[in-house]
């Protein structure tokens, strides 16, 4: 089954840009992912769905400012124009036929 | 409007049993899979068990296979989780979610509680 990897923290300064990895195991570098963000207390949030091609889908009510990209095994989630609300753990998530899997979460700092 | 409201957590002795609920609505619910996903304290998102839109198929985490029980009634569009044998190591925030291959809605979550 795959596996998700996350870097554990990143941080950024309002207004300006932060990009969240995730990397697919080797052999699922073609999987489709989706990003979450969990701010501080809440449920989980659905962010979008992202390919391999890097073509995504947002859900709704998710700013502009939220964008996805891909590279390899790599998927990203960017954050533009970071506000005091984006601040939250940012989980990807990815699925097979008979199990699904989550990244350890990013904590996204806003400074 | 989509939502979501799960119940029936709570505190529970180990080796007791709990069942949870996920009461849906804005949605044609015999259309969609649905999805338990769990949160420990202070931890990140674990994977629980799955069902089809028809309950015809289910998939378990092996953490939890043989002690619990997915299941959904599309006549009262709701979604179920059986929990027994639960173990110190399943005290968690449950959460249900519309599944559409990924996880497209959650639900607020609810909070079980494994402790003597």
């Known amino acids: 089954q795959p596996v998700l990897t996350q870097s554990s923290s990143a941080s950024a300064s309002p207004g300006s840009s932060v990009k969240v990895t995730c990397t697919l195991s080797?052999?699922?570098?073609?999987?489709?992912i989706a990003w979450h963000q969990q701010q501080p207390g809440k449920a989980p949030r659905y962010l979008m769905k992202l390919e391999n091609s890097g073509s995504y889908n947002k859900g709704s009510g998710v700013p502009d400012r939220f964008s996805g990209s891909s590279s390899g095994a790599d998927r990203y989630l960017t954050i533009s124009n970071l506000q005091s609300e984006d601040e939250a753990d940012y989980y990807c998530?990815?699925?097979?036929?008979?199990?699904?899997?989550f990244g350890g979460g990013t904590k996204v700092t806003v400074l | 409007e989509l939502q979501l409201l799960e119940s029936g957590g709570g505190l529970v002795q180990p080796g007791g049993s709990l069942r949870l609920s996920c009461a849906a609505s804005g949605f044609t619910f015999t259309s969609y899979g649905m999805t338990w996903v769990r949160q420990a304290p202070g931890k990140g998102l674990e994977w629980v068990s799955a069902?089809?839109?028809?309950?015809?198929?289910?998939y378990y985490a092996d953490s939890v296979k043989g002690r619990f029980t997915i299941s959904r009634d599309n006549s009262k569009s709701t979604l179920y989780l059986q929990m027994n044998s639960l173990r110190a190591e399943d005290t968690a925030v449950y959460y249900c979610?519309?599944?559409?291959?990924?996880?497209?809605?959650w639900g607020q979550g609810t909070l079980v509680s494994v402790s003597s």
């Open positions: 080797t052999g699922h570098s073609n999987y489709i």
């Open positions: 069902i089809s839109g028809s309950g015809a198929n289910k």
């Open positions: 998530e990815t699925w097979d036929t008979n199990t699904r899997v």
């Open positions: 979610a519309k599944t559409y291959g990924h996880l497209e809605y």
